[in-house]
């Protein structure tokens, strides 16, 4: 089924931001890209109404992770913990913001999807990473009940033992056996898929939810 969405995807220069722009213009969606790295609210606001008029709005919101963080608790500064957690969470939190403020006053409802980290759970030398991660699935739960009434679905997949630039969080926090259960790793594109799949508004009450893709490595309920 071909999809005419209109797709703002943030991360779009990592792999797997890259995948998810080729999976959706694949099957048809109108997109545009956006860094995550921004922080700023006028300028993540700025580059949302840019793309929200290239593309003649806005119906789908995919926010693919910035850049990982591996460093020792003890080692670590201040300023690499905050640089990871704004990138990744306070990014996530800034264009989420202002993308439902485009499907909201435009009364067209829409999907916000959010990627995080399989290691929400924690794991060694991951304290940035886990902190981030772990917003992001609270932040899922909540912004799902702050824009459910306006039509716009929110929903988060953690992504882990997969071949892209996040592997040495898996090679760092000790994925057991040194790969996942179905015995080897996926890769962005799989993931890609599954956010695709989010993206679609006929999904309806499929929402608030934090998708595992990683090999079944997850055992936690989130």
């Not at 300023?79 to 306070?90: C, P, R, S, Y």
């Not at 759970?121 to 902190?131: C, E, F, H, K, P």
């Not at 459910?148 to 898996?170: Q, T």
């Not at 090679?171 to 799989?190: D, K």
Request: with cysteine.
């Amino acid at each position: 089924m071909r999809d005419r969405s209109r797709v703002l995807i943030t991360g779009i220069d990592t792999a797997l931001g890259a995948a998810v722009n080729a999976h959706l213009t694949g099957r048809g969606a109108v997109t545009a890209g956006a860094d995550v790295g921004p922080t700023d609210a006028a300028d993540i606001r700025g580059a949302v109404a840019r793309a929200a008029d290239a593309m003649g709005g806005i119906d789908a919101l995919v926010v693919a992770h910035g850049l990982p963080c591996v460093a020792g608790f003890t080692d670590q500064s201040m300023d690499t913990f905050w640089d990871h957690v704004d990138a990744t969470l306070t990014g996530s939190f800034l264009y989420a913001q202002a993308a439902a403020e485009h499907m909201r006053h435009n009364a067209t409802g829409g999907r916000i999807v959010l990627t995080t980290s399989r290691w929400h759970i924690g794991g060694t030398d991951l304290s940035a990473v886990a902190t981030a991660a772990g917003g992001i699935v609270a932040l899922t739960k909540s912004l799902t009940r702050d824009f459910g009434g306006f039509g716009i679905g929110v929903n988060a997949v953690a992504v882990g033992a997969v071949d892209s630039e996040w592997s040495v969080c898996d090679a760092a926090g000790g994925l057991p056996g040194g790969v996942p259960p179905i015995g080897q790793f996926g890769s962005v594109e799989q993931v890609a898929r599954v956010i695709g799949l989010l993206c679609q508004r006929r999904l309806g009450a499929a929402v608030g939810q934090i998708v595992n893709v990683d090999g079944g490595s997850s055992r936690n309920r989130v």
